[in-house]
């Protein structure tokens, strides 16, 4: 069963950053888009960040944009997401996701996506 994999969740101040990494398989290729998304208790999955490798081009919900980088290291077949400035409102479970094929939807809308991490938590308190 393909399954990326997440690290880098922890508990942090307000205020503090985190960096989570995301392991893509080396055998998923075809890459549409891989892309970030935070589920908070009792809410809807939904989008943070998402990258096309093949251009790099980069997509940001409105509630991270200037605050979350999203990037990627192609020798590593890593994805990362830099997290500066974080908020209680950034509390959530954190999951990693890859598009291979191709749906007619937004790179922040989970249904975009095919393979999909497990998730790691995030904890920000003020």
């Known amino acids: 069963q393909v399954q990326l994999v997440e690290s880098g969740g922890g508990s942090v101040q307000a205020g503090e950053s985190l960096r989570l990494s995301c392991a893509v398989p080396?055998?998923?290729?075809?890459?549409?888009?891989v892309g970030w998304f935070r589920q908070p208790p009792g809410k809807e999955r939904e989008g943070v960040a998402s990258?096309?490798?093949?251009?790099?081009?980069?997509l940001y919900a409105g509630s991270v944009r200037g605050r979350f980088t999203i990037s990627e290291d192609n020798a590593k077949k890593t994805v990362s997401l830099q997290m500066t400035s974080l908020k209680p409102d950034d509390t959530a479970m954190y999951y990693c996701?890859?598009?291979?094929?191709?749906?007619?939807?937004?790179?922040?809308?989970?249904?975009?996506?095919?393979?999909w991490g497990q998730g790691t938590q995030v904890t920000v308190s003020s």
């Open positions: 996701a890859a598009a291979t094929v191709y749906r007619d939807r937004s790179s922040l809308d989970p249904i975009r996506y095919n393979y």
């Open positions: 080396a055998y998923l290729s075809n890459l549409w888009y």
């Open positions: 990258i096309r490798p093949s251009t790099g081009v980069t």
